[in-house]
């Protein structure tokens, strides 16, 4: 999940200068010479022969720390700080816990604390089903990530995750009213991960595992959807999976193609690549051709990933070998889950009649839409300044929504499969064109949409723990 930055920003820069070295007009020159334009001078403070200015200036991103080094390098100038919107917009954190009531007197306190709250968790202690009506467990998810894999930085740890899963935690709040709490592990142990969800799990209605890299993921998920009452989810692989078929059925409706008839080449077998793939499978999709670093994936091949042998098993049925310009001939659909510039325009005139591309690396994506324009039918990316842009946003809020909602214990392949149906059928018949194939992550439609068929698939996977609450107004229990 990423929003690409506007063409500019502002920056407010706090400097410290010297009027006997130089004078505020050479400043304006500097800062305008190293791209910048000044929209704002505050004096923070002013002595007889230092002024401490706030500069807010508007520049385009990337020359942010040219005109940063510019100045540090005048005769006369000290930078002592520089901020731009965004890091202002993250002081002191982006979410924080709030009470329903207040509490006015000792009747209130005591009712909420000691000693009337003994009545309610000896409720629960009698039966444990009553803390998802008596408890935040109702509507409580854990975004849980150790920072080993965030989209476009890699493995940055724990910490520099945190404001990725706050803005998760506000994504989830805004679009599904939903309580997300982020959870950030100083650990890269794959038992240790496993362990410490499983003791928090009481707490939490669901686990939406973030940001966790390849292939250790994997593991966790399996042990802790085994090892869990909880519905447990890893949105980089089955948020972008699910986002990803939902395109390809408007893309292939588009084109006038059955989704199960097409040749699929998939560059980048990784978390994402897995889950898309085996989507894809359940979808009746039969040929689809893996490629990463070493070629085309090929059953009886041995190799070190053990997600790698299983792809290889399940996939290329007609033993397709070599590099992805070798086995894209012929293939209807192109999806990128791997790195920028891997796709040339010559592979993609390979493709079939109205080819489909799906170039989802990020920030870069494996081929820019304007080196296959004219060439390909469809293109969709994973960056919010191209048409078409896959984003977790679109699953994740309404499928927690709805999981909370009839208490699933877990999210089967059904429930998957429905959500991205529905993500897909907000894009009307009259609507739907080579541009708009998935609907935008504001439109506020996809969050019902996705949490009724997510509902609705989880009854009849029988993963529901809720009575039926299809045919009435979800209410509060007690």
């Known amino acids: 999940m990423a929003v690409q930055a506007g063409n500019s920003t502002n ?3 706090r400097l410290e200068t010297d009027k006997h070295k130089i004078t505020f007009g050479q400043i304006v020159t500097a800062i305008g010479e190293a791209g910048g334009d000044i929209v704002a001078v505050d004096v923070n403070r002013a002595g007889k022969h230092k002024t401490i200015h706030d500069i807010t200036v508007t520049i385009d991103p990337a ?16 930078v002592i700080n520089v901020s731009d919107q965004t890091l202002l917009l993250h002081l002191g954190g982006k979410i924080e816990v709030a009470p329903k009531l207040r509490i006015k007197n000792r009747d209130d306190l005591s009712r909420v604390y000691t000693p009337g709250v003994a009545r309610v968790s000896m409720a629960i202690h009698d039966d444990p089903s009553r803390a998802y009506s008596l408890t935040i467990k109702r509507n409580t998810v854990a975004v849980v990530s150790d920072g080993t894999a965030v989209l476009g930085l890699g493995n940055i740890g724990p910490l ?89 059925y408007n893309a292939v409706k588009l084109v006038g193609k ?11 077998v990784g978390a994402a690549g897995n889950a898309c793939t085996k989507i894809l499978l359940s979808a009746g999709v039969t040929d689809i051709i893996g490629v990463d670093r070493f070629g085309a994936l090929v059953r009886g091949q ?15 049925p007609n033993m397709a070998t070599g590099t992805l310009s070798d086995v894209i001939h012929g293939a209807d ?31 870069t994506p494996e081929i820019v839409p304007e080196e296959v324009e004219g060439i390909v039918r469809v293109m969709a990316t994973g960056r919010s300044d191209y048409p078409n842009q896959i984003n977790n946003v ?17 999210v089967t392949e059904p ?6 149906k529905a993500i897909a059928s907000v894009v009307t018949d009259d609507e739907l064109n080579e541009n708009y194939i998935i609907p935008s992550v504001f439109n506020q439609h996809v969050v019902e949409q996705v949490r009724k068929a997510v509902i609705g698939a989880a009854y009849e996977s029988k993963v529901a723990r809720r009575r039926d609450i299809r045919t009435e107004e979800f209410s509060s229990e007690v």
């Open 333 to 363: 659909i192109f999806i990128g889950v791997s790195g920028p510039g891997v796709l040339q325009a010559t592979d993609v005139k390979k493709m079939a009649k109205d080819p489909i591309v799906f170039a989802m690396a990020n920030p």
């Open 11 to 13: 920056i407010i820069m």
């Open 394 to 410: 679109l699953c994740f809020p309404g499928l927690f929504r709805g999981v909370l909602d009839c208490r699933a214990s877990s």
């Open 160 to 248: 520099a995750a945190m404001p990725v899963m706050e803005g998760k935690a506000m994504l989830f709040k805004q679009l599904a009213d939903v309580d997300a709490f982020p959870i950030c592990l100083d650990t890269q142990d794959t038992e240790e991960i496993i362990e410490t969800i499983k003791r928090i799990a009481p707490a939490f209605g669901g686990i939406n595992l973030e940001d966790i890299s390849s292939p250790r993921c994997f593991e966790i998920e399996r042990r802790l959807v085994e090892e869990l009452d909880i519905p447990v989810f890893h949105d980089d692989q089955h948020g972008t999976a699910v986002v990803l078929l939902a395109g390809l």
């Open 302 to 316: 041995s190799y070190d990933n053990e997600a790698w042998t299983w792809y290889a098993e399940h996939t290329n």
């Open 258 to 268: 059955r989704l199960e008839d097409c040749k699929v080449v998939l560059c980048g």
């Open 415 to 420: 429930m998957k499969l429905a959500a991205a």
């Open 63 to 78: 020359f942010s720390e040219r005109i940063v080094a510019r100045l540090s390098e005048t005769d006369g100038v000290k």
